[in-house]
């Protein structure tokens, strides 16, 4: 019985000094003033699921980052399928690149190329890029941005056709959970119909 009661204790202990080891990590101190770092919890947009199931469809790295897209286009009012869009004629949706996480062909020229730190540097400067240089300057549709942002000139039919690929998918995914959200209607409409036949 002594040793239950001793494991017990150093167990307890053990998890007070492991409790007190994981809040010292999240401790700042700025100037002598000792603050908690927190964590924001947030809902995924509905967009960025309809893009995380289209871009698992093609394999993509960018799968993760689907709220990334959607919160830069936010952020920089464009068209949410417009960077997704403009990956998959660059690089297959990030999947070849020329290192960086550069899936955009952003500042491709030659055998130089601009790299980013992270899939969501790239999304947020992209978009801004795109924003500031392009759609701020009239060039608000994939066929008037080719002029500036590609050589070839089959690039805007690309990113259209995948924009609207992307806006097919999301209309079909929608569509799918309208049905599955009506078949889990359905008792209350046997239900109604079983009233209504007693009458």
């Known amino acids: 019985m002594k040793k239950k009661i001793l494991f017990f204790l150093l167990?307890?202990?053990?998890?007070?000094?492991?409790?007190?080891?994981?809040?010292?990590?999240?401790?700042?101190?700025?100037?002598?003033?000792?603050?908690?770092?927190?964590?924001?919890?947030?809902?995924?947009?509905?967009?960025?699921?309809?893009?995380?199931?289209?871009?698992a469809k093609f394999d993509s790295p960018l799968q993760n980052h689907a709220q990334d897209f959607i919160d830069a286009s936010n952020t920089y009012n464009l068209d949410w399928k417009l960077l997704p869009a403009i990956a998959g004629v660059e690089s297959t949706f990030g999947k070849y690149i020329p290192g960086g996480y550069n899936g955009w062909g952003w500042g491709v020229y030659g055998t130089q190329a601009i790299h980013f730190n992270s899939w969501k540097e790239a999304i947020f400067t992209i978009a801004k890029g795109l924003r500031e240089n392009y759609l701020d300057k009239g060039l608000t549709d994939p066929f008037s941005i080719n002029r500036i942002y590609a050589a070839s000139p089959h690039w805007g039919g690309k990113v259209t056709y995948f924009m609207q690929d992307l806006e097919a998918f999301a209309n079909q995914f929608e569509a799918d959970n309208q049905e599955i959200s009506q078949i889990g209607q359905s008792p209350n409409i046997a239900a109604i119909s079983g009233q209504l036949a007693l009458r």
């Open 11 to 55: 167990l307890i202990s053990s998890f007070a000094f492991l409790t007190k080891q994981v809040l010292a990590l999240n401790l700042v101190e700025d100037n002598n003033i000792t603050q908690t770092e927190g964590i924001k919890a947030k809902k995924l947009d509905k967009r960025a699921k309809i893009l995380a199931e289209y871009l």
